[in-house]
DNA sequence: CATGAATGAGGCTTCATTCAT
DNA sequence: GATGAATGAAGCCTCATTCAT
């Protein structure tokens, strides 16, 4: 734990994050064995160990990791917006095309919500997400430019649109991300009623 | 397999794939071994591999059955209905309340989807879903009733709004799933933009 | 854990605490593994499991009934006896054969005080012993019969010299056990000095 | 092996020897890693492997060493004195005093006798020890003032005494290593009974 | 139908030791 | 002399599954 590492070991500790958690995320991570990550590696055993106090640990870091790679996308993605509604609309963008390059720590985070020992890290990060997102949509309601409503609600309702999509039509169906988020960005502005009159 | 069972062995059966998926929900299917399954209700190994030819097929069962239960409540929720629109928000309010009612089976599909194995059985039934869906969908576009928009999008983001704000805010926040029904479905109506004046 | 056992296992049981305290003896605890125990005994390594909740377990229940071994032991040779002094003795020869014919389990409590996690039970099992002996040395200072001194110290030494003795000449340079037993009680009446006048 | 080792070597080789005692007699060898003695020294395991072959070597040294230490103490402690009784009385004193001052070696000493490849050595020390001893107490029992009894028996009898009562009285009760000399003493002389007359 | 017992592959982890730098 | 990194055998334990009764 904490060690002082090496520029050799700091790439090594890379490897190890990357290859598991592809590994993790197409196989299942209890399916997916110490063993068979050091074996595609090419190493011994106790490379794993030297830099991972355990296979728990090791996924902990990758969730982590990947909140965290979501997140500075998110932020890149509004940097140099000041409007509201358009600041979401980029962080749906930003979000979906996050995740359609990440599809692989998409799934993990997605695995790690059903079991106990992960499900707190993930919940932390999904309210970390509404949190970032909440000022945007509370100025867009103060603003008059959203619908009066908990702004509590929409973010998570935009959060599970943009999910859902980037999951459905961009992972399972192999549509494309940028057309996947111009219909989410279109269904969270207006729903699916036809525009009156 | 395809066994004639008495009465009993029927009601056996029963208890077997109700215990089993409230413990895989809450500890995790590989987490929950054959052994605590039978220890919890008292009878030995035998039994379980009486009912169910091996740990897999008892899940499989447990996701088909939860599936038909989900589609069920859907279809019971719009039968009466005949306004298309009308229909997707009964199916909509229908949906979220059958999730919190049966959150372990809820999680269990998450869980599901992110295993090899179990995926398929999933994504078959989100699949069927989504085909319900659709004539609906398609009604309601045709009618001009909805927005002009491909209806398999439009049918998917409202399953993957009402799938995220129950789990949000009924599963993890607690809240009423009749409110969140509520905001459920006006968030699919309308979206998040203030009507315009 | 505490399980209910048929004949059969109750039988597998002692084997196991057999076989292995015999093994962990002669080669050391640490030395000795799961898989070469149930080797040994030519079944599974799940065998092992199905007895003990660990190898840890397994050894405290060796240390255990080993103490509980020597006890009776100790308490059938002075059941008779009402002389305190010849109680006393009676013990020491007692517990000097009982060395001798269960060797290994005598190996196996030295080892035990070596390791932080089974040295309570084996000092919980010494002071018991000089517990039980304390009433009989207490007895005999009262009467007169043994020096003034205080009882506890007595009582230790007297355990002292026996183990000692029964390892040192018995195991390790395979003397007779009555005989040592001999030398034993000697020492402890008179010590070492020649009777005066 | 066999270095020629510069001052600061010396060093570093004793306190390897005084730190890796101490955890083995506090938390067992084989519960020490080769890892843990190095990091409590702030080094690299390279250091271990420069000054010893192996931990088992290095055992070995530190059980050299520690009947080497106790054997010194005693030579010195009888000394100026000619009186076989008195020699061997002084002898106690001085292992018991030796045992109080480095009960960690006392543990390990104990522990060595329990592993096959450690417990020539502790057989080879007392073998020395009951040496060093029988030609005062031949000396005594030929002179008259011993009681007529194999040399080596009274030899043994009294190590024992002193050994135990140490562990018991001083180390694992907490008594004055003086006082536990004191009772020692008596009990090697006298025995337990009382005076005649 | 049901139970206690058994199997044995395989999982995670530790650790003495060695090596490249 | 010394370090971080690597090795890989071996250890303890779990668990889905099967079998004898």
């Known amino acids: 734990m904490a060690r ?9 500790k890379k490897e190890l994050l990357d290859v598991a958690s592809r590994m993790f995320a197409t196989d299942g991570y209890h399916t ?3 063993t068979a990550i050091v074996d595609r590696l090419g190493v ?24 965290q790679g979501l997140r500075q996308a998110q932020r890149e993605a509004i940097a140099g917006e000041h409007d509201p509604v358009r600041r979401i609309e980029q962080g749906i963008r930003a979000s979906i095309e996050w995740l359609s390059d990440h599809r692989h720590l998409f799934a993990l985070l997605e695995f790690a919500r059903t079991e106990e020992r992960f499900a707190p ?9 509404v949190a970032d997102a909440l000022p945007h949509v509370a ?3 103060t603003a008059g430019l959203l619908r009066r409503e ?17 999951r459905s039509l ?15 960005i279109a269904f969270c502005r207006s729903g699916f009623l036809a525009p009156k009159g």
């Open 4 to 12: 002082r590492l090496t520029e050799r070991g700091t790439q090594r």
């Open 32 to 34: 997916t064995s110490v």
């Open 44 to 67: 011994g055993k106790g490379v794993f160990y030297w830099y991972f106090d355990s296979k728990d640990a090791l996924m902990r870091q990758v969730l982590l990791d990947a909140q």
């Open 121 to 129: 890290i993930v919940r932390a990060g999904e309210e970390q997400a």
């Open 139 to 141: 100025a867009g309601v």
């Open 150 to 166: 908990d702004p509590t609600v929409l973010a998570i309702a935009v959060l599970g649109v943009s999910a859902h999509l980037a």
């Open 170 to 184: 961009v992972l399972e169906r192999g549509a494309n991300a940028d057309r996947v988020a111009d219909a989410a």
